[in-house]
C-alpha cells in the first residue's frame, strides 16, 4: 500500500512542486455562454520589457528613440520597433494597448499586481516585505479553480518553465495566496528547451498501473478514515486535499501527456525557435490543448528584462528576436489548430522602461529605468478585435495622453474572458468575504 511518506512526496503542496488543488463544490460564477475563453496564456516579460523598444517606438523623439529604427506593420499607420518583424505582420490579428499606467515602480509588487490583477496588501517598503506571502492575492487560475472547479482534478494554473526566484527572494503573486495552497498552481522548473526535459511527478513509479495506484488509493482512504484519532488541523486537511490532487494528476494521461514536447516534430520545434522562450510557447500550446484555464509563460528567469545595463545588445541579441518569434508562431499555431478563439493571449510586464538613456550610478553604459507610468501590453484571441491601437502616450512615451489602464483592469479583463465575474466574492483561509477584483473589464478590447 502506498504509505503517507509516497503520497506526501507527490502530493504535498509546496510552491516548487504540486501546489493543487483537491476537488471543491462551488459553483461557478458565470453561465456558460458568457465565457469567451477556455485558456490565457499569459507571456509575462519579468523586469519589465521596454514598451518604446517594441510596441510604442518614438522616431521623433532624439533623446527617447534609441537604437532601433520604427517599421511600419500589416496595419496601415501602425509601427513597431524593427526587432519585431514578425509581430508587425501580424498586426492586423492584435491589438496593442499603449496607455497601461501605474504608479509602483518596484519589480515584486508590480509584478504582484500583474499576476493576481489586484495591488500588493502593504507590509512594509523592503523586498523582503514583498515577497510571496499568504496574504497576497490570489494568482488567476487558482481563483478560477476554486471559483469553478475541474471535474478531473486538473490544475487551473500552470506556470512554465521556472518560477521567478532570487534566492531567497520568491516573486508574489506566483500562488493562491490566501485562497490557501490548495489551490497553489502546477509550478514548472526545467527548461523545455533542454534534451533533459521532464517534468517530475507526472509519470507513475516503473511497474505501478493506474489499476493497482486506484486499488492502493482506496485502501490508503479505509485507513485514514479508521484513525478516529487523527487530528483534523489546518495541516491534516490539507495533506488530505494534496493526497486527492496527487492522485488525481497522476491517473489523468491529459496533462502528463501535454508535457511530453518530444512528441512534437522537429519541423515544429524550430518553427517556434530553439530557445527557452520558444519552446516554453510552444509548451503553451500544448497545455491550452490540454484545457489548462491559466497557462503563465515567464519569458526567462526572473528580472531578466530589466535592461539597466547594456539596454540595446540585450534587446537585440537575447531578448527580442526569440520574443518575437514565438509569440507570433503561437499566434499561427493557435489560428491553424482553431483554438484562437477560445484562447487570449497577453503579452505585457509588470511596467515600461523609462524614455530617457542614462547610466545607473556607478555605471557606464546606459539603459533604460523602471517605469510604470506608461506601458504597453499587446492582446490577441478570444474575440479581442484585431488591427488596433489602444491608447496613446505623449511625444517621448512617459505618460498616457487617452484614457488609461491599470492592472487591476487587465486582470478583471482575464476573469471575464473565463467566464468569472471578476467582482466576485471569495473567501480566505479562516473564511472572511474578500472581493476579487476591483478593475474594470477592458470591453474596448473587444470592441
Not at 512542486?17 to 469567451?36: D, H, N, P, T, Y
Not at 510604442?56 to 520604427?70: N, Y
Not at 487558482?142 to 531567497?168: C, F, K, Y
Not at 489523468?252 to 514536447?261: D, P
Request: net charge negative; glycine share 10%.
Amino acid at each position: 500500500m502506498m504509505d503517507r511518506r509516497e503520497v506526501l512526496q507527490v502530493g504535498c503542496s509546496s510552491f516548487f512542486g504540486l501546489g493543487l488543488s483537491g476537488l471543491m463544490q462551488r459553483r461557478a460564477i458565470a453561465a456558460a455562454e458568457e465565457v469567451k475563453a477556455k485558456s490565457v496564456v499569459l507571456v509575462f516579460l519579468s523586469g519589465g520589457g521596454s514598451h518604446i523598444d517594441t510596441f510604442d517606438p518614438k522616431p521623433e523623439a532624439a533623446e527617447t528613440k534609441g537604437e532601433f529604427e520604427p517599421i511600419a506593420t500589416k496595419v496601415p499607420g501602425l509601427h513597431f520597433s524593427e526587432m519585431m518583424p514578425m509581430m508587425a505582420d501580424r498586426a492586423d490579428r492584435l491589438t496593442v494597448v499603449r496607455s497601461m499606467s501605474h504608479t509602483d515602480n518596484r519589480h515584486l509588487s508590480g509584478s504582484h499586481n500583474t499576476l493576481t490583477g489586484s495591488v500588493q496588501p502593504f507590509r512594509g517598503d523592503s523586498n523582503q516585505d514583498k515577497s510571496l506571502n499568504r496574504g497576497d492575492w490570489p494568482c488567476y487560475g487558482a481563483a478560477v479553480e476554486s471559483l469553478r472547479p475541474p471535474s478531473d482534478g486538473s490544475p487551473g494554473h500552470v506556470t512554465i518553465p521556472v518560477p521567478l526566484n532570487e534566492g531567497a527572494l520568491i516573486w508574489p503573486g506566483q500562488h493562491a495566496g490566501f485562497l490557501g495552497s490548495k489551490y497553489d498552481p502546477f509550478q514548472v522548473n526545467s527548461d523545455p528547451n533542454e534534451e533533459s526535459f521532464a517534468v517530475r511527478g507526472l509519470r507513475l513509479t516503473e511497474g505501478l498501473s493506474v489499476g493497482r495506484l486506484d486499488r492502493r488509493w482506496q485502501l490508503l482512504n479505509s485507513a485514514i478514515e479508521r484513525e478516529q484519532h487523527l487530528d483534523t488541523s489546518h495541516d491534516t486537511r490539507q495533506f488530505g486535499d494534496n493526497q486527492e490532487a496527487a492522485f488525481s494528476l497522476l491517473t489523468s494521461s491529459k496533462l502528463g501527456q501535454a508535457f511530453q514536447i518530444e512528441q512534437e516534430s522537429a519541423e515544429v520545434r524550430e518553427r517556434y525557435g530553439r530557445s527557452r522562450m520558444g519552446q516554453t510557447l510552444l509548451l503553451a500550446r500544448r497545455l491550452v490543448e490540454a484545457d489548462v484555464p491559466v497557462v503563465q509563460c515567464n519569458m526567462g528567469h526572473v528580472q531578466i528584462w530589466d535592461t539597466h545595463v547594456n539596454h540595446f545588445p540585450r534587446l537585440k541579441n537575447d531578448l527580442l528576436p526569440p520574443l518575437d518569434q514565438g509569440v507570433s508562431v503561437l499566434l499561427d499555431d493557435l489560428t491553424e489548430r482553431g483554438l484562437i478563439d477560445q484562447t487570449l493571449v497577453i503579452v505585457v510586464g509588470e511596467f515600461g522602461r523609462t524614455p530617457t538613456i542614462s547610466p545607473l550610478a556607478g555605471q557606464t553604459v546606459p539603459g533604460r529605468h523602471h517605469w510604470a507610468p506608461a506601458y504597453s501590453a499587446v492582446f490577441a484571441g478570444a474575440g479581442v478585435r484585431g488591427g488596433q491601437v489602444i491608447g496613446a502616450t505623449d511625444d517621448i512615451g512617459a505618460y498616457p495622453i487617452t484614457t488609461s489602464y491599470h492592472p487591476n483592469d487587465l486582470g478583471a479583463t482575464v476573469y471575464h474572458c473565463l467566464g468569472i465575474d471578476p467582482h466576485s466574492v471569495v473567501h480566505d483561509r479562516l473564511g472572511r468575504p474578500i472581493p476579487l477584483n476591483k478593475g474594470k473589464v477592458m470591453d474596448v478590447l473587444f470592441g
